[in-house]
């Protein structure tokens, strides 16, 4: 069976609140999008704890807290306008550059 790899439109930077999962209702700024696992990685949510040792890479031992990674399908994109989470679409500008739009108010969502 085929891995498919779907387009998803949250990209780095982006401001996104969690719908589902123990940090519901939170927002954070987007730090890595995985495309292919179809996972993103969120500043201050879903911290995990590792143990490490001691080692060439890591001078000096002991438990370190690292963002994990959630599923793109448990977070929305924020509009800045509207000020919560939203489904966007996309929208074809004079210039013929694709730009995310929210699908509530009509704001473009995308910085450029």
């Given at each position: 069976m085929e891995a498919?790899?779907?387009?998803?439109?949250?990209?780095?930077?982006?401001?996104?609140q969690v719908i589902s999962g123990k940090e519901r209702g939170k927002k954070g700024k987007v730090l890595l999008v995985l495309q292919d696992e179809g996972r993103l990685k969120v500043e201050k949510l879903n911290m995990l704890k590792r143990h490490t040792k001691a080692g060439r890479k890591v001078q000096q031992g002991g438990i370190i807290e690292q963002e994990?990674?959630?599923?793109?399908?448990?977070?929305?994109?924020?509009?800045?306008?509207?000020?919560?989470?939203?489904?966007?679409?996309?929208k074809k500008l004079e210039n013929a550059k694709r730009v995310r739009v929210c699908m509530k108010c009509g704001e473009v969502l995308d910085k450029a």
């Open positions: 498919r790899t779907a387009k998803w439109r949250i990209k780095k930077d982006d401001i996104v994990g990674t959630l599923h793109i399908s448990n977070v929305m994109l924020i509009c800045d306008k509207c000020g919560k989470g939203v489904r966007t679409k996309l």
